[in-house]
């Protein structure tokens, strides 16, 4: 289990505290339509973070190529149709480049901002010359409006429950799932980010931002830096 992060509930639960069959639940949202629209079609998409393949599957459905990356075999195991490759990501050398390359799941607020800095590297290491890299951040109000809940109409009930200062400027945040047949809890650290402190971090790392996908801001395109 990496440090600060930790999972309960039903089945495996993998190193960032992430169940895997809760992974299998989850309903995909809106986030393949973002996708879809920001990047040319049928481009060979490399997914960082992928989990048990909710977005990758509807990327597959609507005719993209993806390569999907996890650090956890269990979760690799649930992804059907895609190229995978069971890896963490900061260390990740595949020696080749992708059309597109994606950091989804807020991965770019990782506590350690060392580890952010290799995963952004990951992305640079890995986009092709023409391509982009799509990131998902966090929204404005996720370290404030807390508690919260949203209710999904698949039943399920998703609560932020807390996030507490555990030091350097991170949150320890701890989350619940909540299914009428079973309950799952997370809790991780992040690390919040203005709008300054990100495309800092993305210019440190050789990228810019391209657009913000999104009214709230929370998909980004980002290009390497000439």
């Given amino acids: 289990m990496r440090e600060g992060h930790e999972g309960t509930g039903p089945g495996a639960i993998t190193p960032d505290g992430c169940a895997v069959e809760l992974y299998t639940r989850l309903p995909v949202g809106g986030e393949p339509d973002v ?9 060979h998409i490399l997914e960082l973070g992928s989990g048990a393949g909710r977005v990758t599957h509807a990327l597959l459905e609507r005719g ?4 999907a ?10 992804v059907r149709g895609a190229r995978t490759i069971c890896s963490p990501i ?34 640079v290491r890995h986009v092709g010359e023409g391509g982009c890299v799509l990131i998902q951040r966090e929204g404005e109000d996720y370290h404030s409006d807390v508690p919260r809940e949203r209710v999904d109409p698949s039943g399920l009930t998703v609560r932020i429950v807390s996030a507490e200062p555990a030091g350097d400027g991170v ?14 809890t997370q809790t991780f650290l992040s690390r919040p980010l203005t709008k300054e402190q990100f495309e800092s971090a993305l210019a440190e790392a050789g990228l ?12 980004v395109r980002a290009l390497p830096r000439a």
């Avoid at 990356?69 to 649930?78: F, I, K, Q, T, Y």
């Avoid at 597109?100 to 506590?111: D, I, K, N, P, Y």
């Avoid at 810019?208 to 801001?217: E, R, S």
């Fill in 69 to 78: 990356v996890d650090e956890s075999a269990d979760m690799l195991a649930r």
């Fill in 35 to 43: 996708i879809a629209a920001a990047v040319p079609a049928g481009a």
């Fill in 208 to 219: 810019a931002v391209d657009a913000y996908l999104t009214p709230d801001g929370i998909w």
């Fill in 171 to 184: 949150n320890s945040v701890h989350a619940e799932y909540v299914f009428p047949d079973a309950v799952w």
């Fill in 64 to 67: 993209f190529t993806v390569t």
């Fill in 90 to 123: 900061e260390g990740l050398d595949l020696g080749e480049t992708f059309d597109v390359v994606m950091l989804a799941s807020f991965l770019v607020h990782a506590g350690d901002e060392e580890v952010r800095r290799k995963l952004l590297r990951a992305c």
